[in-house]
């Protein structure tokens, strides 16, 4: 008998598999979520996706969806008759869709380097995520969320940061998201953490604030 329902392959740390989360909660999906060890990635996982071998991976009614941002507009469509992620406006879905590509191939990169990077160049790659979280607050422009009034496709792919930014400038001792810097994206980060959905699926700051410390000591003494 082929396999029904929903099930979720994460890991409990990744802002990756949260945007999986953030979707199907707000379409109301009822899913049974798999934590994975990605030390030693269960067969189940691999068997999903042999390919990249990563989380997230979604499964409905036994076939198995992979990468996060992917997943998130199947999810949307899967479920029409739920919460609309993605805009209606063909046009304003393209948006949605570049600036998206744009926080995870620009934004992501540029902050990454912030968790290990010490002294000046620390503060270089810090300036360097700022100017790319500069270009995409200008996406935020006299709205309330990226998506409008309420959070759409884009809040979900770039939420993450309202969460994990924090921590990383907790660990790092690096300052990013500022009222002076990027007002609008701090104003944000408060009003996407207000949420219930968002705040309701978030990870426990202290054991991630614990990880990513052990995570950046390991880094640099290596």
């Known amino acids: ?6 099930k979720v392959f994460g890991m409990w740390a990744s802002p990756m598999v949260i945007r999986v989360e953030w979707a199907l909660r707000l379409k109301g999906v009822v899913y049974e979520y798999v934590d994975e060890d ?4 269960s067969d189940a996982l691999l068997r999903r996706n042999p390919v990249t071998k990563k989380v997230p991976v979604l499964v409905h009614d036994g076939k198995p969806i992979v990468e996060s941002t992917i997943i998130v507009e199947y999810i949307d469509e899967a479920w029409k008759d739920g919460y609309p992620i993605m805009p209606a406006d063909p046009h304003d879905r393209a948006q949605a869709r570049f600036w998206a590509r744009f926080a995870d191939d620009k934004c992501n990169a540029a902050i990454y380097p912030v968790f290990t990077a010490t002294g000046k160049a620390q503060r270089e790659v810090v300036r360097e995520a700022q100017r790319c ?5 200008t996406a935020l422009e006299g709205k309330k969320f990226f998506g409008g009034d309420a959070i759409g496709y884009l809040d979900v792919v770039v939420g993450w940061y309202a969460y994990w930014l924090p921590v990383i400038e907790e660990v790092s001792g690096a300052s990013i998201v500022t009222d002076e810097e990027l007002p609008l994206m701090k104003a944000w980060f408060d009003r996407f953490l207000a949420v219930d959905v968002v705040k309701d699926t978030l990870p426990p700051r202290d054991k991630l604030l614990a990880l990513n410390m052990a995570r950046r000591a390991q880094l640099l003494s290596a």
């Open 133 to 137: 979280l500069k270009t995409l607050e």
């Open 38 to 41: 990605l030390a030693s990635k």
């Open 1 to 6: 008998m082929a396999e029904k329902g929903v």
